[in-house]
């Protein structure tokens, strides 16, 4: 079993619509979650990291996590084409090695 | 916020050559720094753990004396891949945590380097 799993898609979410982003993870150790938005050809950057059961929202976006069911997921609100790229689920292991670790991503396109 | 500096952002070289990457921390001191490989529509791939003052920690796989990993300040690590050859062609991309910051928070990553080996 991967440590990270993902849909790599590709979703494709209309204009304004909600995109859903799902991820399962397999270390009960995992304390820390984060998703990380890539352009092609770009480097990652964090959207949002989210340790606590429940919801973290910021702006669009909304973190959801469940401990219990081992399951992270990502909700972007009033989708634009901006937000066309690849998302990328992690997990970190604390008191560990501190590691940062990716699923595979899902490719979200936003249908203008 | 925390900035991290990498360069150059591509590289071509030849086979059997020996290429250096750099990663700086600009504005934050980072302990740990982790380099990762991503080959085209594939994701990161961790490919070792850079430690200030001591040796590097590579993952299964990844061949230790063809990455060399050197992190001699809290700003800076290199990665030099040595005698590239064509499958190396990645791009390659490091991160680093600010040990000020929240400790279950994310880490930086750098823009990555685009190394092509012909």
């Known amino acids: 079993q991967k440590e990270v799993e993902q849909n790599s898609g590709p979703l494709s979410v209309p204009e304004g619509a909600i995109a859903s982003l799902n991820c399962t993870y397999s270390d009960r150790g995992s304390q820390s979650f984060f998703w990380y938005r890539q352009y092609s050809g770009k480097s990652p950057e964090l959207i949002m990291f989210i340790y606590s059961n429940g919801d973290k929202e910021d702006g669009r976006f909304t973190a959801q996590l469940n401990k219990a069911s081992q399951y992270v997921s990502l909700l972007i609100r009033d989708s634009q084409p901006s937000d066309s790229a690849t998302y990328l689920c992690?997990?970190?292991?604390?008191?560990?090695?501190?590691?940062?670790?990716f699923g595979k991503g899902t490719r979200l396109h936003i249908l203008p | 916020g925390a900035v991290v500096s990498q360069h150059p952002s591509w590289v071509i070289c030849k086979s059997g050559t020996s290429v250096k990457i750099e990663c700086r921390s600009l504005d934050f001191q980072a302990t740990t720094m982790f380099w990762y490989r991503q080959f085209p529509k594939q994701s990161l791939m961790l490919m070792a753990t850079s430690n200030e003052g001591s040796k590097a920690t590579y993952e299964q796989g990844v061949e230790k004396d063809k990455f060399l990993i050197n992190h001699a300040s809290l700003t800076l690590s290199t990665l030099t891949v040595t005698s590239a050859h064509p499958e190396d062609s990645s791009f390659y991309i490091c991160s680093a945590r600010d040990v000020s910051g929240d400790p279950r928070g994310g880490y930086t990553f750098g823009s990555g380097t685009r190394l092509t080996v012909v």
């Open positions: 992690a997990v970190k292991r604390m008191n560990r090695d501190d590691k940062i670790i």
